[in-house]
């Protein structure tokens, strides 16, 4: 098995297709909440090769949407803090603050550093001993156990000028704010897949309710 | 960050006490990723987010979703 090759069978795509086309009636509203799906359905043009009764809408799956304004505040304030070396995800680093991002804070001479995993924070913690360390910890359930392991990790190395600033979600809570709001318009949930890689689908059973 | 990106194990890492570490070769890209929460072993597939694994690739999975679209394809409802 190849993974993907299997996934790109032409033949079967249309017969996909086909078989969606039969089955809408009516219009349908279907959010997708993770931001790899919002990203697969544009690079493989998912959107035109749908019936046009089917409406996709992006939702609240990507972190970089979902940080507060104000949490991104305080990591700047954080960030420029002489003795402090501020570390995320590359994705946080052009979100907007209310009136920089931490790009900017960079900028203005903040020690601010890309890394791909909380837990490298805790080396760099361990490596600059004269330093705070913090990580900017965004994310969903699927980032959530990373920035545990990080912390977990940090006390068992003993390393105690690593912290970390959170803004983490989950995603049924942000489904059922959605479905509360009076005026919303959406038929149906393309639920995260990473996050159901996490944590199993049962939670949304209630949901689909 | 949103992205997971599926590499093969190399070799693993248990010397540290709850933090079971992989070496993962994506296309020929070596990282070090944390399985701690996954059953896997060397020659696996895993889907690493943010430098830790949230799941194998399995091919029995894969079959079935394989077999699933098949399903729909053939669907006349």
């Not at chain 1, 949490?71 to 803090?81: G, K, P």
């Given at each position: 098995m190849k993974y993907?090759?299997?996934?790109?069978?032409n033949d079967q795509v249309q017969r996909l297709i086909e078989a969606i086309n039969n089955a809408v009636v009516n219009s349908w509203s279907i959010m997708e909440i993770c931001g790899g799906q919002t990203h697969s359905i544009a690079r493989y043009g998912i959107d035109n090769m749908l019936p046009d009764k089917i409406s996709l809408l992006h939702g609240p799956g990507c972190p970089v949407c979902v940080t507060p304004t104000y949490i991104i505040d305080s990591a700047i304030e954080i960030a420029l803090q002489p003795h402090v070396i501020m570390t995320s995800f590359g994705d946080m680093m052009r979100v907007?603050?209310?009136?920089?991002d931490l790009l900017g804070a960079k900028?203005?001479?903040a020690d601010v550093r890309i890394l791909y995993s909380t837990l490298d924070a805790v080396d760099l913690a361990e490596k600059n001993?004269?330093?705070?360390v913090v990580f900017f910890a965004v994310g969903f359930?699927?980032?959530?156990?990373?920035?545990?392991?990080a912390i977990k990790e940090a006390s068992r190395r003993k390393v105690n000028n690593f912290s970390i600033i959170t803004s983490l979600f989950t995603v049924?809570?942000?489904i059922d704010a959605i479905l509360s709001e009076a005026d919303c318009k959406v038929d149906g949930f393309l639920a995260a897949g990473h996050v159901c890689a996490v944590m199993v689908y049962h939670e949304y059973h209630d949901i689909s309710r | 960050m949103c992205l997971a990106i599926p590499g093969k194990i190399i070799s693993i890492d248990n010397s540290v006490p709850d933090?079971?570490?992989?070496?993962v070769d994506f296309g020929g890209m070596m990282k070090n990723v944390c399985i701690q929460w996954i059953d896997a072993n060397i020659g696996d597939y895993i889907l690493a987010?943010?430098?830790?694994?949230?799941?194998?690739?399995?091919?029995?999975?894969?079959?079935?979703?394989l077999m699933d679209f098949e399903k729909l394809a053939d669907s006349d409802e």
């Amino acid at each position: 098995m190849k993974y993907i090759d299997e996934y790109r069978d032409n033949d079967q795509v249309q017969r996909l297709i086909e078989a969606i086309n039969n089955a809408v009636v009516n219009s349908w509203s279907i959010m997708e909440i993770c931001g790899g799906q919002t990203h697969s359905i544009a690079r493989y043009g998912i959107d035109n090769m749908l019936p046009d009764k089917i409406s996709l809408l992006h939702g609240p799956g990507c972190p970089v949407c979902v940080t507060p304004t104000y949490i991104i505040d305080s990591a700047i304030e954080i960030a420029l803090q002489p003795h402090v070396i501020m570390t995320s995800f590359g994705d946080m680093m052009r979100v907007p603050g209310s009136k920089l991002d931490l790009l900017g804070a960079k900028a203005k001479g903040a020690d601010v550093r890309i890394l791909y995993s909380t837990l490298d924070a805790v080396d760099l913690a361990e490596k600059n001993p004269d330093k705070e360390v913090v990580f900017f910890a965004v994310g969903f359930e699927t980032t959530t156990p990373l920035h545990l392991t990080a912390i977990k990790e940090a006390s068992r190395r003993k390393v105690n000028n690593f912290s970390i600033i959170t803004s983490l979600f989950t995603v049924p809570a942000a489904i059922d704010a959605i479905l509360s709001e009076a005026d919303c318009k959406v038929d149906g949930f393309l639920a995260a897949g990473h996050v159901c890689a996490v944590m199993v689908y049962h939670e949304y059973h209630d949901i689909s309710r | 960050m949103c992205l997971a990106i599926p590499g093969k194990i190399i070799s693993i890492d248990n010397s540290v006490p709850d933090l079971k570490m992989a070496k993962v070769d994506f296309g020929g890209m070596m990282k070090n990723v944390c399985i701690q929460w996954i059953d896997a072993n060397i020659g696996d597939y895993i889907l690493a987010h943010a430098g830790m694994a949230i799941s194998t690739v399995n091919e029995e999975y894969a079959k079935e979703t394989l077999m699933d679209f098949e399903k729909l394809a053939d669907s006349d409802e």
